[in-house]
């Protein structure tokens, strides 16, 4: 299978993936913001001040407004530095944000290279074990001493979204092809842990 064929194979199952999510949801369930494509910071801007006025119309609470915020800026950062480019120079992802009765779920998917399934798996498995309450502290003392990879990055992305979700997350690395594979998060925002 060429990388043009490849890429198809994968655009086709994220798309399939996210027509799932909407199916899926329950009747009182409300897309506040969705999109599917090439992320970048103009749509990082968009979308955080869509959801912004939206909260704001809700009249959400602040610490689920500045949670809501921070976990999709992480999500979005998420896609924008680490989802396989296509040859056209597009992305293959998706953000779902839903209000639902118990609160908010976020949805987000991006394709990525299989070669690097193990060392993503390893590292999220790697903070799963340490227990919530000293997730803030590895936070802290990861910004007050940064460590860049190789990459340019300094490796919080994940360590942000499990500290703010209070690991109530899920997530799923679906390999769909030689290549590539998906990797989706939903992250659960619930009123009860916020009143």
């Known amino acids: 299978m060429s990388l043009a064929e490849e890429h198809i194979k994968c655009e086709n199952q994220i798309l399939a993936d ?19 494509g090439t992320f970048n910071q103009h ?28 976990l999709v800026i992480e999500c979005i950062h998420n896609i924008i530095f680490h989802s396989n480019i296509t040859s056209d120079k597009n992305q293959l992802a998706y953000l779902l944000i839903i209000k639902n009765e118990l609160g908010y779920t976020i949805y987000a998917s991006n394709a990525m290279e299989t070669k690097n399934i193990v060392m993503l798996e390893a590292k999220i498995n790697d903070l799963l074990a340490i227990k919530k309450s000293a997730l803030s502290n590895l936070f802290k003392k ?8 190789e990459n340019g990055y300094a490796g919080l992305g994940l360590l942000t979204i499990m500290d703010k979700s209070g690991k109530d997350f899920n997530y799923k690395i679906a390999k769909v092809s030689q290549t590539f594979a998906l990797f989706h998060l939903e992250i659960n925002i619930n009123y009860k842990n916020y009143q």
């Open 142 to 149: 990861k910004i007050q001493t940064p460590e860049i990879n």
């Open 18 to 36: 996210y027509h799932a999510i909407k199916e899926s949801l329950k009747k009182d369930d409300v897309i506040i913001c969705q999109h599917i």
């Open 43 to 70: 749509i990082l801007i968009s979308i955080i001040s869509l959801l912004d006025h939206t909260l704001v119309q809700n009249g959400e609470y602040l610490s689920i407004k500045k949670r809501l915020s921070y």
